[in-house]
């Protein structure tokens, strides 16, 4: 059974820091781009904040967190990561992780399998 299981989310003061996990099973990672959405508030459409591709290692980020969140894998553990320094209040989200057998893409509709979301709250 394929799944993606993030955590790693929960309420954090502006300016704080959270490093969100993606656990994989059920299939390996070493072929997937992987990359972090955040949805805000529900029922908007998902905005892609990062991906990491399967050949490289190339990283992609959203202008409104390059410099401030880095995505990293460990295919060993099966498992992707983003950190999050830095973080404002319009940071707030559900944040998903995702896997795409092949290049990075913008559009969510393009990726295989995707977790259950976290929830992030940027909030003093």
């Known amino acids: 059974q394929v799944q993606l299981v993030e955590s790693g989310g929960g309420l954090v003061q502006p300016g704080g820091s959270l490093r969100l996990s993606c656990a994989a099973s059920?299939?390996?990672?070493?072929?997937?781009?992987l990359g972090w959405f955040r949805q805000a508030p529900p029922g908007e459409g998902r905005e892609r904040v990062s991906?990491?591709?399967?050949?490289?290692?190339?990283?992609y980020y959203a202008d409104s967190v390059q410099g401030r969140f880095t995505i990293s894998r460990d295919n060993a553990k099966n498992t992707v990561y983003l950190q999050m320094n830095s973080l404002k209040s319009e940071a707030t989200a559900v944040y998903y992780c995702?896997?795409?057998?092949?290049?990075?893409?913008?559009?969510?509709?393009?990726?295989?399998?995707w977790g259950q979301g976290t929830q992030v709250t940027v909030s003093s």
């Open positions: 995702a896997a795409l057998q092949g290049v990075c893409s913008l559009d969510p509709y393009d990726y295989d399998y």
């Open positions: 059920g299939f390996i990672l070493d072929d997937y781009a």
């Open positions: 991906c990491i591709s399967s050949d490289d290692g190339t990283t």
